[in-house]
């Protein structure tokens, strides 16, 4: 998979979240892919001071990229 068709996948994931952030006030955008394996993300709005963001993170958001990349090896949350 192509660098180009990496970070279209993950833009397709975080479209498949993104409603359900909306949902609680919150969002998220793509910061930056580092060598095609790792993912720097934002969550923004009520997501940044949500208890839940944690595990939204894990199991949400890095599963669902995960999903439509699977070389991604980490999913961070840049604050």
């Keep these: 998979m192509t660098t ?9 994931a ?3 979240i993104r409603p359900f952030l909306n949902s609680d006030g919150g969002n998220i955008s ?6 095609d394996k790792h993912v ?5 709005g009520a997501c940044t001071s949500c208890n839940f ?13 995960k ?4 070389q991604i ?5 840049i604050a």
């Design 4 to 12: 180009i068709e990496i970070k279209e996948n993950v833009e397709k």
């Design 14 to 16: 975080l479209e498949e």
């Design 30 to 35: 793509l910061v930056e892919i580092i060598d």
């Design 40 to 44: 720097k993300v934002r969550l923004e």
């Design 53 to 65: 963001s944690v595990s939204t993170m894990k199991a949400g958001v890095e599963t669902t990229i």
């Design 67 to 70: 999903k439509y990349a699977p």
């Design 73 to 77: 090896e980490t999913v961070e949350n």
